[in-house]
C-alpha cells in the first residue's frame, strides 16, 4: 500500500489546517491509522490514531484542538488542526498499522 500525505504549510499561531492521507492498493476502511510527527531533533510520536471502528486516541498536548477522522468512500483519513501552536511545527507523517506503511510525511509550520 502507498500513502500520500497531504496539506501541510505555514500558518500563524492560532491559525488551523488540514492534512490528508490518501490510501492506494490498499482499502483504509479495514486499517487502523495514525499520524505521527517529528520535530528536529525530537523522537517521532504519535499526535492521532483512529481505529477501522472510528475510535480515537490522541497525544495530549493536542487533545481538544486536533480532530482525527476517516472517509471510507474517498479512502482518506484527515487530521483537522485548530489553534496551532509553535510547538506543533514538525513534520507529518501518516502512517498504516495493518501495511506497517509510512506516507512521505508533510511539513507544517507554525509561526508569526
Known amino acids: 500500500v502507498q500513502l500520500q500525505a497531504s496539506g501541510g504549510g505555514l500558518v500563524q499561531p492560532g491559525g488551523s489546517l488540514r492534512l490528508s492521507c490518501a490510501a492506494s492498493g490498499a482499502i483504509f476502511s479495514i486499517n487502523g491509522v495514525g499520524w505521527y510527527r517529528q520535530a528536529p531533533g525530537n523522537k517521532r510520536e504519535l499526535v492521532a490514531a483512529?481505529?477501522?471502528?472510528?475510535?480515537?486516541n490522541y497525544l495530549d498536548s493536542v487533545k481538544g484542538r486536533f480532530t482525527i477522522s476517516r472517509d471510507n468512500a474517498k479512502n482518506t483519513v484527515t487530521l483537522q488542526m485548530n489553534s496551532l501552536k509553535p510547538e506543533d511545527t514538525a513534520v507529518y507523517y501518516c502512517y498504516s498499522y495493518s501495511y506497517n506503511s509510512w506516507g512521505q510525511g508533510t511539513q507544517l509550520t507554525v509561526s508569526s
Open positions: 483512529i481505529t477501522s471502528g472510528g475510535n480515537t
